[in-house]
């Protein structure tokens, strides 16, 4: 992606060395499926639950920016710049007002409206202060844990965080919020699996429109489609425990994520992206 010497967004708290306290309740997002799994794997004990959100609270006065760090730092403040321009002319189309949303660099851990997260929970978005959350560690985790290197593979998982900024500006964040009180764990499931490939679908939008700005390389979408599949419920379940459980699926398998990525990157607009409604994920 064409990204250097292009406009940084200033939507952006750095906490990096900072820390964070107290209990969590993180929302969608990459990291998401990575903690539910976490939490499966204990065997949905609560208080190995909180273990895991909460360790490494507090302040991580360790931390040191290296010239990569930097270098990664403007590279996220360009592609959420990128963001707030793509949506504002896609929400301004529809008639429709975008609100810029805030993102929030940390190491370690980080207090949100969400609670406390640590940065095993990887990238989310909480709705409740419209803040994304990134520790920019999760790039190397991309690369090495992942297999998905390359920059765009960490420009759709922002996208795909500003994605359920979308959803919570259009509603749909707290239509899903209603059905969780209502409905049980296995049925919420399966509707948190249609709320994650949306947000996909929505990144594949703003890929959309960048391309329409001739600011891709080549290869870029195929690195995006590997950090799909990578993020994949199967995929991530096969790698942790060697087999997959579809019942306790929250985000989508590797095919479906990148199935509405791509759906998203073809059609560059809202209308195609009603997962709700779709009879084929």
Avoid at 126 to 142: A, H, M, N, P, V
Avoid at 258 to 277: E, V, Y
Wanted: with cysteine.
């Amino acid at each position: 992606m064409q990204w250097k010497g292009r406009r940084e967004s200033s939507n952006v708290e750095d906490r990096r060395g900072m820390g964070g306290g107290g209990k969590t309740l993180v929302g969608g997002g990459i990291g998401g499926i990575i903690i539910l799994l976490l939490y499966t794997l204990l065997g949905g004990n609560a208080g190995g639950l909180d273990n895991i959100l909460n360790s490494g609270s507090g302040t991580d006065s360790s931390y040191q920016e290296t010239a990569e760090d930097q270098e990664l730092s403007k590279f996220v403040k360009v592609v959420l710049a990128d963001t707030e321009d793509v949506w504002s002319d896609v929400f301004k189309s529809n008639g429709l007002t975008y609100e810029d949303p805030t993102l929030v660099m940390y190491s370690g851990s980080v207090q949100s409206a969400c609670g406390t997260a640590s940065s095993s929970v990887g990238p989310f978005y909480c709705s409740g202060d419209r803040k994304l959350y990134i520790d920019l560690s999760f790039y190397k985790e991309l690369q090495n844990r992942f297999k998905a290197p390359g920059d765009f593979a960490m420009a759709y998982v922002v996208a795909h965080e500003v994605g359920h900024h979308v959803q919570t500006l259009l509603g749909i964040s707290d239509q899903m919020q209603s059905m969780r009180q209502k409905l049980s764990e296995t049925e919420f499931n399966k509707y948190s699996v249609r709320f994650e490939l949306q947000a996909d679908y929505f990144a594949g939008v703003w890929a959309n429109h960048v391309q329409g700005k001739n600011l891709l390389e080549a290869g870029d979408v195929e690195e995006a489609l590997t950090a799909a599949s990578a993020v994949g419920d199967d995929s991530i379940q096969k790698q942790a425990q060697g087999y997959v459980v579809p019942e306790s699926f929250t985000h989508g398998t590797s095919a479906q994520r990148k199935n509405w990525f791509s759906k998203g990157f073809q059609s560059g607009t809202i209308k195609g992206g009603d997962t709700f409604n779709a009879t084929n994920l």
